[in-house]
C-alpha cells in the first residue's frame, strides 16, 4: 500500500569510517527516497559503499552529515535506545551470514528477539513465522542440524517477526548455492509482496537485482542512476539525488 511519506528517505548523506590515514569517505551526499511498499536492488562493485549504505538505511551506522528519515521518524532526534527500539519495531535484517545461535532451536532463534523486545506472544509469533518460510517441521532443529537454505529460511523468520514496514537484505543468496539461492529469493520477494513491506536488496546478482521494482547503482560513494532494463553499454550517469 502506497502512502505519501517515504519510507526511506536520505538527503546529502556523508559518512567517513576509520581514523587518520586509513580514514575513508564513504557515502559522499547521497540523497534518495523510496516508498513504502517498494523493492529496491542495491548494486556496484566491492567497496563501493553498497552494504555500508544498507547499514545506515538500518540505523545501524550513524550518518556524520545530511538527514536520514525511516518511516517517518528522523533518526537524528534519537538517542541509541530510542534507535534500537524503533529498529526492533520497523525494521527487519536479513544478511549473508544467517547470524543464528547455535545453542538455540529454530524456534528460539526467532523467539527470543520478540521476547527481549517485550512480546507476549513471542513463541507463538515465532512458530507461525517459521512455518510461513516453510520450517513448521524444523522447529526443535539446532543450527547445525540444518542445511544453508533452512538457516536462511530461520534468518528470514526471525527478520520478519516483528511484521516490519522495511525489510533490509544484504547478500541473502550469497552463501547458497544455485537452486537453494533461487528458492530464498522466490520466499524473499513472496513474502514481501504479501506483507507490503519495503524491501532493499544489496546483491552482486544483477539477475535477483532485476526482480526488484527499480535498481540503484552504487560506485565510490555515489549513486549511480540507471534503469534496470537499461543495456549494458548505456553509461549510467552519477547523481547525488535521486528519487524512485
Known amino acids: ?38 523493492s529496491v536492488g542495491v548494486v556496484g562493485p566491492s567497496g563501493s559503499g553498497k552494504s555500508t549504505l544498507l547499514m545506515v538505511m538500518a540505523g545501524l551506522e550513524r550518518i556524520d552529515e545530511g538527514k536520514l528519515s525511516l518511516a517517518g521518524e528522523d533518526f537524528s532526534n534519537l538517542n541509541e535506545d530510542q534507535l534500537a527500539a524503533f529498529r526492533g519495531r520497523n525494521i527487519g ?23 527481549l523486545a517485550g512480546r507476549d506472544d513471542a513463541f507463538e509469533r515465532a512458530e507461525l513465522e517459521l512455518e510461513a518460510v516453510g520450517l513448521k517441521n524444523r522447529l526443535t532443529h539446532y543450527p ?27 547478500e541473502p543468496t550469497g552463501n547458497l548455492d544455485e537452486t537453494t539461492g533461487a528458492q530464498i529469493a522466490d520466499l524473499l520477494f513472496e513474502e514481501q509482496k504479501q506483507r507490503g513491506m519495503t524491501l532493499v536488496l544489496v546483491t552482486h ?27 549494458p553499454d548505456n553509461t549510467p550517469k552519477v547523481l547525488t539525488k535521486v528519487a524512485i
Open 1 to 38: 500500500m502506497q502512502t505519501s511519506e517515504p519510507a526511506i528517505e536520505l538527503k546529502d548523506v556523508h559518512l567517513t569510517l576509520g581514523s587518520g590515514a586509513s580514514r575513508v569517505h564513504v557515502l559522499k551526499g547521497v540523497s534518495l527516497s523510496i516508498d513504502a511498499g517498494q
Open 93 to 115: 535484517i536479513v544478511f549473508q551470514s544467517f547470524h543464528l545461535i547455535p545453542n538455540m532451536t529454530a524456534l528460539e532463534n526467532v523467539a527470543v528477539p520478540l521476547e
Open 144 to 170: 547445525a542440524q540444518m542445511s544453508g537454505g533452512e538457516q536462511q529460511r530461520v534468518a528470514m523468520a526471525r527478520a520478519l517477526a516483528p511484521q516490519p514496514k522495511i525489510l533490509i537484505a544484504d
Open 205 to 231: 546478482d544483477r539477475t535477483l537485482a532485476a526482480r526488484c521494482e527499480n535498481v540503484l547503482q552504487v560506485r565510490s560513494g555515489e549513486i549511480i542512476s540507471r534503469d534496470k532494463d537499461a543495456k
